[in-house]
């Protein structure tokens, strides 16, 4: 036994910069099996995937809508060329360091749907328009002040940007309340060389989880009337309105079928969890499959109780804990870096120690966002494992 | 205006390689005042965090017990060499990926108080305690068949490990149920000389949150007499106990003036946050403020509803949302990047588009873990920007 008080000798300084850093740790290999991954890990099935994607372009086209998914949900740029190759026009972001991965890692037409405030981030923003003139970046604005150093910046910057006006369809967040503001701000960003007016941005984030399909549904019909009226008002007053942009994986149904929108911008139709999982399913529309989960072990384990090694670290819980793939167990606590697996009923597999538990998370973006590595996963075999090039990117 | 529809030269390939990475972005330089500091960012006041940790420090001496602050709070190797330097033994960590980068980054004692599970996990455990050998690495069991994995792999790597029982305290999480299984559990540790027994792991997560004193008292007694009755059954079968360790930010002054823990592991002490906030002050304890901050920007504004830059991917909402520093605001909605602020009452500031504010966490640990940089600010100065060493490391 070694004295727990003793002394302990300064560490050699040469271990400093030889130790591998753990961001590069990866958790599987390509050829691994299943249950050979690393835990807690973030696995995508593939052919899920595949399919969900397959079906979402089905729909857009058959309904003659762009497709510009959001990119926010996966942050990566193996997932962001998938889309394309499908037929994507690119993609959307939410921060300029996401438009940067995302120009830099060669996606050619990248939207922020989002305000950018401040002259260090507009300028930023200016930048990186300037770096890749030769690609389409777009930006969202409600304020007239922005649009003014906005052009400033990218007079300063010699750039040029893509420019939406955002208007409040019922989210409550951010955009013009009326059409009438949206002319007053369109004029505005026509009064400005810098800035192309390409249209308008007009997305209903809450109605994408009401639950039922006709709330749903008028939710987004609400939202898309909204949208074009303002469209209307741009154009009887000569102003060009190229493109109506918006509509989540709740809603680009009716988004997509409706005569408003030209382009929809759904982010989790790729990898569905258990809050999207709660909508009731429209049987008119394609249905989409969990395809991402957590993969994690079981670190302990006292009779009908088991410790799950993924927690708030692994998952988010805004939207309620991961829920297991299997029966018979739920996860009644979480904590920072646990899951606390308990016993409901008699369905569902006796559980040992070291056995793995797959877990659909309840919210996939921000579960995304907690992670360096998806294992892309095909018939229970690791396929590749790709970085999530956008992790963290909150600038 | 540009055709948004006519196709888009492909990017010279020269661009995906000398593109900065966002994850290099630093929200601040040394030198810039608070109001200069890019948002969403982690913001920490130095003069609070010193005096938290004086405080800690002061009272841990005064009750004779070593401090093993928990860095799955902080993940810094900045913060850890701090706490060294104010007397910590060295600091308590929950991943091996965590372990890594504390030994590596020069930090000498470090203790997994977590179990680790898998015979992949437990080699590198090894190869770990191997290349670290000239320092301390410590972890938690609470199975037998683990303790036996544990040595397989000691012995095929060369290395020892420092092993620590768990007990269950009242967590119902992991370790032992009772005294019995620990002595059983500890005699099968002393069965394998690559294993030195330490003592007992006591952590009562549970109780760090009862909102009023005597509750909380009385929860951290009755899980201090648990580990007591354990340590006492140890001792009484010849077994080694040098060390107990447990406890946390809730529950230390007790943990601490007891007789059964030689050695707390508070973490969120050095930060706190808006959960923490509401347990009730115990006044004959040292008391620790708020030094953890998200700075965030008003990107939107209408009327008495304002949009700030910082939602779910820069602040955790497992213990509710961000709370305002100011009066007469709350936020009322928190999405992926977004945070609605909305006027309660005329207490407060009038809010302008652009304007910054500073939202106190609502649970500081899973909130750190979401960035990669602390901006360390002193008297609204930032005096450095420290990297977040082992944000993300779930391994």
Same mark, same amino acid.
């Given at each position: 036994? %070694?004295?727990?008080?003793?002394?302990?000798? *300064?560490?050699?300084?040469?271990?400093?910069?030889?130790t591998?850093? @753990?961001?590069?740790w990866?958790?599987a !290999?390509?050829?691994d /099996?299943? +249950?050979d991954? &690393?835990?807690?890990a973030?696995?995508?099935?593939?052919? *899920?995937?595949?399919?969900?994607?397959?079906?979402?372009?089905?729909a857009a086209? $058959? $309904?003659?809508?762009?497709?510009?998914?959001?990119?926010?949900?996966?942050?990566s740029?193996?997932?962001?060329?998938?889309?394309?190759?499908?037929g994507?026009?690119?993609?959307?972001?939410q /921060?300029?360091g996401?438009a940067?991965v #995302?120009l830099?890692?060669g996606?050619?037409?990248?939207?922020?749907?989002?305000e950018?405030?401040?002259v260090?981030?507009l300028?930023?923003?200016? !930048?990186?328009?300037?770096?890749?003139?030769?690609?389409?970046?777009?930006?969202?604005?409600?304020?007239?002040?922005?649009?003014?150093?906005?052009?400033?910046?990218?007079?300063e910057?010699? +750039?040029?940007?893509?420019?939406?006006?955002?208007?409040?369809?019922?989210?409550?967040?951010?955009?013009?309340?009326?059409?009438?503001?949206a002319?007053?701000?369109?004029?505005?960003?026509?009064?400005h060389?810098r800035?192309?007016?390409?249209?308008? !941005? +007009?997305y209903a984030?809450?109605a994408?989880?009401?639950?039922?399909?006709?709330e749903?549904?008028?939710a987004?019909r609400?939202?898309?009337?909204?949208?074009?009226a303002?469209r209307?008002q741009? *154009?009887e @007053?000569?102003?060009?309105?190229?493109?109506?942009?918006?509509?989540?994986t709740?809603?680009?149904?009716?988004?997509a079928?409706g005569?408003v929108?030209?382009e929809?911008?759904?982010g989790s139709?790729?990898?569905?969890?258990?809050?999207y999982?709660r909508?009731?399913?429209?049987? &008119?529309a394609?249905?989409f499959?969990?395809?991402?989960f957590?993969?994690?072990?079981?670190? @302990?384990? %006292?009779?009908?109780r088991?410790?799950l090694? $993924?927690?708030? /670290? +692994?998952?988010?819980?805004d939207?309620?804990? =991961?829920?297991?793939? #299997?029966?018979?167990?739920?996860?009644h $606590?979480? @904590?920072?870096?646990?899951?606390m697996?308990?016993?409901?009923?008699?369905?569902?597999? =006796?559980?040992r120690l070291?056995?793995?538990?797959?877990?659909?998370?309840?919210?996939?973006?921000?579960?995304?966002?907690?992670?360096d590595w998806?294992?892309?996963?095909r018939?229970?075999?690791?396929?590749d494992v790709? *970085?999530i090039d956008a992790r963290?990117?909150v600038?």
């Amino acid at each position: 036994m %070694r004295d727990p008080l003793a002394p302990i000798p *300064r560490r050699p300084d040469a271990w400093l910069d030889s130790t591998p850093m @753990s961001s590069h740790w990866m958790p599987a !290999q390509p050829g691994d /099996k299943l +249950a050979d991954i &690393d835990t807690p890990a973030l696995v995508l099935d593939l052919d *899920r995937f595949d399919a969900n994607l397959e079906r979402m372009m089905a729909a857009a086209a $058959a $309904a003659g809508v762009r497709v510009r998914p959001h990119a926010k949900s996966h942050k990566s740029l193996q997932i962001a060329h998938r889309q394309v190759a499908a037929g994507a026009v690119g993609v959307c972001c939410q /921060k300029i360091g996401e438009a940067e991965v #995302f120009l830099g890692g060669g996606v050619r037409d990248v939207l922020i749907t989002n305000e950018i405030v401040g002259v260090r981030k507009l300028r930023r923003l200016a !930048q990186l328009a300037k770096v890749f003139s030769g690609a389409r970046l777009g930006v969202c604005v409600d304020d007239f002040s922005v649009v003014r150093q906005l052009s400033l910046v990218c007079a300063e910057e010699d +750039a040029g940007l893509d420019v939406y006006v955002e208007v409040d369809v019922g989210q409550n967040r951010a955009g013009v309340a009326t059409p009438e503001e949206a002319v007053e701000l369109a004029r505005e960003v026509m009064r400005h060389p810098r800035l192309t007016l390409m249209g308008l !941005q +007009a997305y209903a984030g809450s109605a994408q989880h009401r639950r039922g399909v006709p709330e749903r549904r008028d939710a987004a019909r609400r939202a898309a009337a909204k949208a074009a009226a303002a469209r209307s008002q741009l *154009r009887e @007053s000569g102003l060009a309105c190229e493109i109506v942009t918006g509509g989540g994986t709740g809603t680009f149904i009716y988004d997509a079928n409706g005569d408003v929108y030209d382009e929809i911008q759904p982010g989790s139709f790729i990898f569905m969890d258990a809050d999207y999982a709660r909508n009731q399913a429209d049987t &008119d529309a394609p249905q989409f499959e969990h395809s991402l989960f957590i993969l994690a072990t079981v670190m @302990s384990l %006292r009779g009908d109780r088991a410790t799950l090694d $993924a927690g708030l /670290k +692994a998952f988010s819980t805004d939207s309620g804990p =991961a829920r297991p793939t #299997f029966t018979g167990w739920h996860i009644h $606590a979480v @904590s920072d870096e646990h899951s606390m697996l308990t016993r409901i009923d008699e369905s569902g597999p =006796a559980i040992r120690l070291g056995a793995k538990a797959l877990l659909i998370p309840g919210h996939c973006d921000p579960t995304v966002n907690l992670h360096d590595w998806i294992v892309a996963v095909r018939k229970g075999k690791v396929e590749d494992v790709w *970085r999530i090039d956008a992790r963290g990117m909150v600038f």
